[in-house]
């Protein structure tokens, strides 16, 4: 299976636009978000999205074209851990178009989600984008809140905010 990178999934759903005669509202939750952050050669074989929109068609045509896909019409809905509220809003265009339009999640809110789901690629991919857009930990905190006072009681926010602190307390090691 080859390697997926924004610009060939640009080119695929540009096609598809085009070929269906519909829109694509695609909001990249990802490894191929990196892409529009700070590694362009992070590996990744798969679309990790939340779609406006009617979900069937797009992922039976990237089956097709022998792409997996895991899309959501609600990525806060991934994880007992909420994500903060107003992250569609914060989302960063990565090309709108007529019909296509593709967003990335704003670096804090890239940082949370991978923090929800804490395996160690997602820390390091939170740590490479933590770093880059010189996120503090004071934010990486605030915004975990926000998090928290959005999701429903749950004994697994404990572990949450044990990921996050542990994060932050890298990130401050690892920054001085």
Not at 40 to 46: C, L, M, S
Not at 82 to 93: E, Q, T
């Amino acid at each position: 299976m080859p390697t997926l990178t924004a610009e060939s999934l640009i080119e695929l759903l540009t096609r598809y636009v085009a070929d269906t005669d519909t829109w694509v509202d695609l909001l990249l939750v990802g490894g191929l978000a990196l892409h529009a952050y700070v590694v362009p050669t992070r590996a990744t074989f798969d679309v990790d999205a939340e779609l406006q929109g009617p979900l069937m068609p797009l992922r039976d045509y990237l089956t097709a074209q022998k792409i997996p896909a895991d899309l959501t019409q609600n990525f806060s809905g991934w994880s007992v851990v909420a994500m903060p509220p107003g992250y569609r809003d914060r989302a960063v265009d990565l090309i709108n178009r007529p019909r296509l339009r593709i967003r990335v999640l704003s670096p804090i809110d890239f940082v949370i989600a991978k923090l929800r789901r804490g395996t160690e690629i997602d820390l390091d991919d939170a740590f490479v984008v933590a770093r880059h857009h010189q996120l503090s930990p004071e934010t990486i905190q605030d915004s975990a809140r926000e998090a928290l006072t959005a999701s429903p009681q749950d004994t697994t926010l404990f572990l949450f905010q044990k990921t996050v602190d542990f994060f932050c307390a890298n990130l401050v090691s690892s920054n001085g």
